[in-house]
């Protein structure tokens, strides 16, 4: 089934502002809340939809690549965990963009975020990771299917990621009571001023290690190589990032892993030069071949192909190879080879060759002829200048 518009999803323009974003994002959440509609898997699908859409719209640099390029353009087109809502689960979403609802009372969801009142610790996210890929002509052109070597922190198998010995559980922790934070009360000229922070302690979690892993030492995680496979598109360009969801690191004792960023880096090909969705080949003709024709081979995408050169053919000449460029990142269509046409002046030439040359200079044939064009453009000079 076919991906909604993203502006569709969150009922708002391409203009929108950030915080229309967010409040169109806010007014969707609470409207397909599971809790709210418990058992009605289609306002579940709806809520992860607007979890998606206000993943990549909320982004600056994410928008600007999805206004570009569409869903083609995303992390859908790497493969893998896809983007966003794809790849999220219930939880996921509740820990990324649970936090743009506020907290405590005012929240407008009560207590759906907060699990019966009490504020729920936000669930950390690993780092994201970023990678160069190289492309040649052919690979940007018709897509391709990479296998690259990551390392990176994965969830130790040990301790099942808590950091603890033979992953046994976790004590509360005795300074926040496991909260995770710690409150502070000071006196002001205003009166008392309460804060709140992560807990020094914990670091947040709540939960203390008795004895640490012997694998991970008490990290949780361990770093590892590990091959994933990335499905390239056909017609990315260079620059272009692409993501894959949950394939970055694990943080430290359990959490949401990052991204896998792959910025695409097109290597320039040796005869054919790319120009949008069309491919340049520069053909250099020898003086006979141009005024005589001739039948002649041409590099093309992954192979050759075979044109025909008309007798008298000028110098400047496009040529066009339909279908022959790169296919379109965001659509069906495919560019074309264009062929420009110089012509080849020999340097050294034989007696005999410039015999030859010094007889046909004088034909009335070789006297160079303008176009009809050159022409109109030569008498409205003229009558310019009288």
């Not at 640099?61 to 809502?85: N, S």
């Not at 963009?97 to 610790?121: C, V």
């Not at 203390?208 to 991970?216: E, G, H, L, S």
């Amino acid at each position: 089934m076919a991906k909604r518009d993203f502006y569709e999803v969150l009922e708002i323009s391409k203009s929108a502002s950030e915080d229309e974003i967010k409040k169109a994002y806010r007014k969707m959440a609470i409207k397909f809340h599971p809790d709210k509609n418990p058992g009605d898997k289609a306002a579940e699908e709806k809520f992860k939809e607007a979890a998606e859409a206000y993943e990549v719209l909320s982004d600056d640099k994410k928008k600007a690549q999805y206004d570009r390029f569409g869903h083609a353009g995303m992390g859908g087109a790497a493969g893998g965990g896809g983007y966003g809502g794809q790849g999220m689960n219930m939880e996921d979403i509740f820990s990324q963009f649970g936090n743009i609802f506020g907290g405590g009372d005012e929240s407008p969801f009560g207590n759906m975020f907060s699990g019966g009142g009490q504020q729920q610790r936000r669930m950390r996210k690993g780092t994201d990771l970023r990678i160069k890929l190289k492309l040649n002509l052919e690979e940007v052109a018709n897509g391709v299917e990479k296998k690259i070597k990551v390392k990176r922190h994965v969830t130790c198998k040990a301790c099942t990621g808590n950091g603890a010995k033979n992953g046994t559980e976790l004590s509360t922790c005795q300074t926040c009571g496991g909260a995770g934070q710690v409150r502070r009360v000071q006196q002001t000229m205003l009166g008392q001023m309460v804060t709140t922070s992560p807990c020094p302690t914990c670091n947040g979690e709540g939960k203390q290690v008795k004895t640490r892993c012997d694998v991970c030492f008490g990290e949780g995680r361990v770093l590892e190589e590990e091959i994933i496979p990335i499905k390239i598109p056909a017609g990315v360009a260079d620059n272009m990032q692409l993501s894959m969801s949950g394939k970055g690191n694990v943080p430290p004792r359990g959490g949401v892993a990052g991204d896998l960023l792959i910025i695409i880096e097109e290597e320039p090909d040796e005869v054919l030069h790319r120009d949008g969705t069309n491919v340049i080949f520069d053909l250099y003709l020898n003086f006979a071949d141009a005024a005589l024709g001739t039948s002649i081979e041409v590099p093309t995408i992954g192979g050759k192909a075979r044109i025909t050169i008309e007798p008298g053919t000028q110098a400047g000449k496009i040529l066009r190879l339909k279908g022959k460029g790169i296919k379109e990142l965001n659509g069906y269509g495919v560019g074309d080879e264009l062929i420009h046409v110089n012509l080849w002046t020999p340097k050294n030439l034989t007696k005999e060759e410039t015999d030859m040359l010094e007889k046909m200079r004088t034909s009335p044939n070789f006297e160079p002829k303008p176009s009809k064009t050159d022409k109109n453009f030569f008498e409205k000079m003229k009558d310019f200048f009288n």
